[in-house]
T-cell receptor
């Protein structure tokens, strides 16, 4: 079974631009969570989608948004990029929206904002 | 909300020695505790997990112990090898909301010296 895939793997943007990242979950998984990983802050939860609905949302500004499609693929968008948005963005999928479901991570998208 | 503390932040051992990483959590309702290994340039990979109805779980050289009374759990790696060098994250199940379904520790950078 294929794992979680994320595209693109690397992105370089300039301040003020916007960016869209894509995540394809493991087949059969309906929950997709997004995390921002930085050296200083560790893994910070962005949001979770289940059956095309945002079920949970972390404490990030409204510039960060996402969506999920009927095939469970998910995208996240960051508008008006800031230097501090440079990070590794990770997507994780699980079977359902349960606290005890195992989350499987993709390789991440490395975003650099200049 | 739930809080997960992980110690130590860095750990250096000689090849063949054992390594122990400890985590404590604050929410007594947490009932799922996964451990992830993250190698440079990759996403976190699940290496072992434990649920609250079990006190210990082993998988070859890796073991996890859980003490629900004291609210702490530990990762034990025996006969360490250079390929065990990575960052290890513990996590505890959360309540969703702004923290998401998994609360992560800050990570432990393990270095195994040949």
């Amino acid at each position: 079974k294929a794992g979680v895939t994320q595209t693109p793997r690397y992105l370089i943007k300039t301040r003020g631009q916007q960016v869209t990242l894509s995540c394809s979950p493991i087949s059969g998984h309906r929950s997709v969570s997004w995390y921002q990983q930085t050296p200083g802050q560790g893994l910070q939860f962005l949001f979770e989608y289940f059956s095309e609905t945002q079920r949970n949302k972390g404490n990030f500004p409204g510039r960060f948004s996402g969506r999920q499609f009927s095939n469970s693929r998910s995208e996240m968008n960051v508008s008006t990029l800031e230097l501090g948005d440079s990070a590794l963005y990770l997507c994780a999928s699980s079977l359902a929206n349960l606290r005890t479901d195992t989350q499987y991570f993709g390789p991440g998208t490395r975003l650099t904002v200049l | 909300g739930e809080n997960v503390e992980q110690h130590p932040s860095t750990l250096s051992v000689q090849e063949g020695d054992s390594a122990v990483i400890k985590c404590t959590y604050s929410d007594s309702a947490s009932n799922y505790f996964p451990w992830y290994k993250q190698e440079l340039g990759k996403g976190p990979q699940l290496i072992i997990d434990i649920r609250s109805n079990v006190g210990e779980k082993k998988d070859q050289r890796i073991a996890v112990t859980l003490n629900k009374t004291a609210k702490h759990f530990s990762l034990h790696i025996t006969e360490t090898q250079p390929e065990d060098s990575a960052v290890y994250f513990c996590a505890a199940s959360g309540h969703g909301g702004s923290q998401g379904n998994l609360i992560f520790g800050k990570g432990t950078k393990l270095s195994v010296k040949p």
